[in-house]
């Protein structure tokens, strides 16, 4: 081997390497400053703004307002950037509720509620969506995921979609002759199991809600059902029944939650998160429930079926409750 050719390569690779570890040690780092291309440094875009670098140049999107380069407000009107929110813009935006209509800056919409708050109120035709205030609903489909238009199941039914598939006991959903999901048909399902511990099934405004374990009736004087439901989103909600003289009633009872009944006590409370409380002691509220099963005492079945409308006497507007049923043992 002829050290004398290979010699110099390696002095070379040394060299390299030592160079090259020396400009990877942490005191040869560059810190931060306003010429290395990213936001750092406190800056309030790339390179400029904050307390150490030069002002950032008039933008449309540095959260400033600049009058000098035409803004009308922060980041919006003027020649330069994008017409600020206003309430006749045809847009639901700044806090409106409805379109140009609602919150702190401008009218009240037309009727109380909003666009925005996934109830079907009392000037929509759909759930946020249509009348003079929200946007037009969607025109049905056969693949939106939702049971509308002329449809008898989700997205199937009626004279436009697929024929809906036949109720089996194995679908996940309650349906067909089913007081529970996928058993009690009486037919070809099992048996439902939730006797023991409690069930409650209903739709409020096409949300759907349903509680096990924790449903339960209690018989104190009155009758009076305390369920903890778990709803869209996480949210925590609770309906309550109460039955006074429920030792009158007897299987096969129908009794109506309205404002009448009120006065003898009859009254169903919801209590749905951030829209506050639904009675049934105000005008517009009626609730029809069927007791298909009562007793009155411990370890009996309450069981039945409702359905209705309640009014929210703050907020004034309306919950649709549809194909509720509920299976509960008297504690």
Known sequence: M?????????????????????????????????????????????????????????????????????????????????????????????????????????????????????????SETGVDCGGPDCYPCPVPSCDDGEMNGLETGIDCGGPDCPACPEPTCEDGIMNGLETGIDCGDGLFCPPCQMASQGQIIFRANNSNFEAYGGATATLEGDLVFNITLSGSGGADEQITFLIPNAQTLADGNTVNFNQTTAGAGYVIGLEYGIYGNFLTDTPNSDVMVNFTSIGVTPGTIISGTFEGQMYNFTESFNFNLTEGSFNLVLQ
């Open 2 to 122: 002829n050290l004398r050719k290979i010699l110099p390569g390696f002095i070379a690779l040394l060299t390299l390497t030592v160079v090259i570890s020396s400009c990877l040690n942490d005191d040869n780092l560059i810190p931060a400053n306003c010429f290395d291309g990213i936001l750092n440094n406190g800056e309030f875009d790339v390179d400029c703004g904050g307390a150490n670098c030069d002002p950032c140049p008039p933008s449309c999107t540095n959260g400033l307002w600049d009058p000098d380069f035409g803004e009308i407000d922060i980041d919006c009107g003027g020649p330069n950037c994008d017409a600020c929110p206003t309430c006749n813009d045809g847009i639901i935006n700044q806090d409106e509720l409805g379109i140009d209509c609602g919150g702190e800056n401008c009218d009240p919409c037309s009727t109380t509620g909003s666009c925005i708050n996934g109830v079907l109120d009392p």
